[in-house]
């Protein structure tokens, strides 16, 4: 369960020689209904772990891909509340490891000390924060501290080398390398500046780091992978899932963790 949980999971995955995946859905996209066979079908594809998108009225790191599926969550009535309710419900079914991606103020009006017991209730597995910056993340990061939460930290480009240390030495789980500059979204391509960037942040940090933010092709997943352990793809999931297009999600996840094919 929590940190370890999470982290066995990957050091797994990388025994079997894969890169690493986790795809980004929106939690009551399509109804909370549909979410535990939507988190089965992604861990039958080969999904390293789930990030879980918690719906938020205003969601500053995210595109229009994923604000929408967020007005479409909040329009069904899905809440923090439901979705904690839901995992823990479905939580002994349930092997995949689970990370909250959730704005911090959904947090504070839920109660910091109560979010991170009932997520550690409910089978939370790790928790990524976009907007509380390391100078201010003390108290929440103690909460899940307490709870075996691993607290997954964001590196950003723009932030100077000492800074990036101090992130890759902290993060717990993974460490999300953000591999542009901007919001959330599918990007035809990545800087070349991208490749020293994720090299410089696996030498820092002691757990895999991933890559988030552009991808959306098999191509740039190998790209990516071979500077870090693995991507993070969001709105390009989303996206397919909203049209039905599982096939597809399938191919994503599939043709992404192979390691034999180069890119
Ligand atoms: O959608 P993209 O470009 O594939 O990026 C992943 C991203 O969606 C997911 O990790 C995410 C969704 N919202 C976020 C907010 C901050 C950081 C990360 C996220």
Known sequence: MGRQKLEQALQQKQAANQNLFVPYIMAGDGGLDLLEERINFLQESGASAIELGIPFSDPIADGPTIQEAGIRALANGTSLASILEFLKSTKVDRSIPIILMTYVNPIYRYGMEQFAKDC????????????????????????????????????????????????????????????????????????????????????????????????????????????????????KIVDLLHQGKNNEVKNLIQGSIQTSIHA
């Open 120 to 235: 550690a209730d409910s089978g939370v597995d790790g928790i990524i924060i976009p907007d509380v910056p390391m100078e201010e993340e003390g108290p929440i990061a103690t909460h899940l501290k307490n709870e075996k939460i691993a607290f997954i930290r964001l590196a950003a480009m723009t932030s100077p080398e000492e800074r990036l240390k101090e992130i890759a030495s902290k993060s717990e789980g993974f460490l999300y390398a953000v591999a542009v500059m901007g919001t959330t979204g599918a990007r035809s391509s990545h800087g070349d500046n991208v490749k020293s960037y994720l090299e410089n942040l696996k030498k820092y940090s002691t757990v895999p780091v991933l890559a988030g933010f552009g991808v959306s092709t098999v191509e740039q997943a190998h790209e990516l992978s071979s500077h870090c352990d693995g991507v993070i793809v969001g709105s």
